[in-house]
């Protein structure tokens, strides 16, 4: 046989198309010719094969060869068709029969003595791949996290000998088993503020609805306390998020099968570009919302960061997806992150201190405060202060019943979760226009409440609707399938601190009913 097709994967975005590794020997002077849009790290798979070929004692053949992957359109990138292109070679020259190589799928990367090297992407790959019906064939140190899909039949490999033993029928490979899973790292406990009642409400209010938070405040008044001890209040990944998740960080090189179904929590620098961010490169990998996914982003100091990087947050907290477009190729990441940030009122810091410590004039406060824009503002569910907690709570000694808050308000949580989920099949922040009108509809006066803050406020068609949703949320963490006034007020008082932006220079506090 002159030609040999060999399956594998290759990376587009978060997404793993099938690529067939087209081998053809023909006559002529030697020569080594890669086709199909290669890269030059696939290119430079010429050297590797050739040597981890003959290091495995494995006749390299002395011919022209020609190795094409396709789609022909579809760029291709990294190490990890070194393995079937090899296996294509060998499968060419009748030293490997073809009709096991029908059965399986490969992507490796080789070493020049045929030793395998891991590569990212694996439970990617083995995700997009498993309705084909065929085994695929890793490097061992990237089968064990490929392993963590159900059903999948992941064979791990040391070297290209084992693979070849394994293909000819002489040693078969084992099937991969999934790793076990480390005890979750534990997570710092509510109970550690001291104070900040509102705060904490605000808190278990964002985790029970998927609701974006920002908080506002003074330099050490627990505000990154608050954002650390929001991983602790969501509930654990169900599996099918988890794989999710798994195969973006595995896509980005970063996953850990060790951490399978904890919840990602991102707290990128404010000096982040926005290709940090968002994704991006040549090739377009995850960002940090992304790796974020189903998770926790923390931006703290909002405004310090770039404006056009603060901007890019925009259509991804509406729409839970990145779309990213280079002049060669495009990609889509998956973005359901929930937003938290923390900002001082002013440029010192201390803004409505009542000692008279802020230095700031209104001009400097208005500059600092427009470094966020409008949209982007609209676009958060709640807006809360912050303030100094009072001495007396601070001086407290320690309340050992308070370290189980986390678990109480968890559970609290999780119910709400699940009667939204019940009633919707989705977390109340994600609901669109439509699924507000049929989920959320008001009592009168609770509406009537709501019309009365839209206009007096000024409030965009926007905030109406996210409004009504952390209302919703209210509701249902009182377990109460009406949403009445109570809730519509504590829902517009968690927005005050956006409707007084600039009036009196300190956001007022929540509402509580």
Not at 22 to 29: K, R
Request: glycine residues 8%.
């Amino acid at each position: 046989m002159t030609v040999a097709v060999v399956g594998s994967r290759a990376l587009a975005g978060a997404e793993a198309p099938r690529v067939t590794v087209e081998v053809h020997l023909s006559g002529g002077l030697p020569a080594f010719h890669l086709v199909g849009l290669p890269e030059a790290e696939v290119r430079e798979a010429r050297d590797r094969v050739r040597a981890a070929i003959q290091n495995a004692q494995y006749e390299f053949p002395a011919r022209r060869v020609t190795v094409n992957l396709a789609p022909a359109d579809l760029p291709k990138e990294s190490g990890r068709f070194d393995l079937p292109i090899a296996l294509g070679i060998l499968a060419a020259t009748g030293q490997l029969p073809q009709q096991a190589l029908d059965a399986h799928e490969f992507a490796g990367e080789l070493a020049l003595s045929g030793e395998l090297r891991p590569i990212r992407g694996a439970l990617a790959m083995v995700l997009a791949a498993q309705d084909a019906g065929r085994a695929f064939v890793l490097p061992v140190g990237s089968a064990s996290e490929a392993a963590l899909v159900r059903g999948a039949r992941v064979l791990p490999a040391r070297s290209l000998l084992e693979v070849c033993a394994h293909l000819r029928g002489h040693v078969a490979l084992s099937r991969a088993v999934a790793p076990e899973t480390v005890e979750p790292t534990a997570l710092p406990d509510l109970g550690d503020v001291r104070g900040q009642s509102n705060a904490k409400r605000a808190l278990a209010l964002a985790a029970a609805g998927g609701h974006s938070l920002l908080m506002i405040g003074p330099p050490g008044t627990g505000k990154s306390m608050l954002a650390q001890r929001l991983p602790g209040l969501l509930p654990p990944l169900t599996e099918a998020e988890a794989l999710e998740v798994a195969a973006l960080a595995s896509v980005a090189g970063r996953f850990d099968p060790r951490r399978f179904r904890e919840r990602p929590c991102r707290a990128p620098h404010h000096t982040a570009s926005a290709a940090a961010i968002v994704g991006g490169g040549s090739y377009p990998r995850p960002g940090e919302i992304t790796l974020a996914h189903h998770g926790v982003l923390f931006l703290d100091e909002l405004p310090e960061w770039d404006r056009r990087v603060l901007e890019v947050l925009r259509e991804p907290l509406e729409t839970g997806v990145v779309n990213i477009a280079r002049a060669a190729r495009q990609a889509s990441f998956p973005a359901q992150f929930q937003l938290v940030a923390a900002m001082n009122p002013c440029p010192c810091g201390y803004r409505g201190d009542t000692r008279g410590r802020c230095r700031c004039t209104p001009d400097q406060v208005a500059r600092y405060r427009m470094r966020l824009s409008g949209p982007l503002v609209d676009r958060i569910d709640l807006v809360i202060d912050v303030p100094p907690p009072p001495p007396d709570a601070l001086t407290l000694g320690p309340d050992i019943a308070a370290h189980g808050e986390s678990a109480a308000v968890r559970a609290r949580v999780a119910a709400a979760r699940d009667r939204a989920s019940a009633r919707q099949g989705a977390l109340n922040a994600r609901l669109d226009a439509a699924g507000v009108d049929r989920h959320c509809a008001p009592e009168p006066a609770a509406l009537a409440l709501l019309t009365k803050a839209v206009a007096r406020f000024g409030l965009s068609a926007r905030a109406f609707h996210r409004i009504t949703k952390v209302a919703r949320t209210i509701a249902d963490l009182a377990g109460d399938d009406t949403l009445r006034a109570e809730h519509m007020a504590e829902a517009i008082g968690c927005r005050r601190a956006d409707m007084l932006r600039g009036a009196d220079g300190m956001p007022s506090a929540p509402a509580r009913t």
